[in-house]
């Protein structure tokens, strides 16, 4: 059974930090791509980051240079270290594996507002 397990998610100020932390179970970790999405209220769920096995980074315009996403294949674990966060970047945010298949998780909420 195949489990994507998200966390770090919370309330910030604008301006401040939060890392995302996504735990998979049940997929061979290091063949997938694994990517964070996240969706508003009112609003399509969208790309934010994504990183291939190999590492290859790529990220929504919208979060370059502020956000990095990273992989550590021993703990089949993928990180979104957000930074300078802003109120627009509110929402639930799901953590994503793909290979052959594509796997979700239950999404985690982050809230950016003073």
């Known amino acids: 059974q195949v489990q994507l397990v998200e966390s770090g998610g919370g309330l910030v100020q604008p301006g401040g930090s939060l890392r995302l932390s996504c735990v998979a179970s049940?997929?061979?970790?290091?063949?997938?791509?694994m990517g964070w999405y996240r969706q508003a209220p009112g609003k399509q769920r969208e790309l934010v980051a994504i990183i291939s096995s190999g590492g290859t980074t790529v990220y929504a315009d919208s979060v370059k240079g502020r956000f990095t996403i990273s992989r550590d294949n021993a703990k089949n674990t993928v990180y979104l270290q957000m930074n300078s966060l802003k109120p627009e970047d509110t929402a639930v945010y799901y953590c994503?594996?793909?290979?052959?298949?594509?796997?979700w998780g239950q999404g985690t909420q982050v809230t950016v507002s003073s």
């Open positions: 994503n594996a793909r290979w052959t298949k594509g796997y």
């Open positions: 049940g997929i061979t970790f290091g063949v997938f791509a």
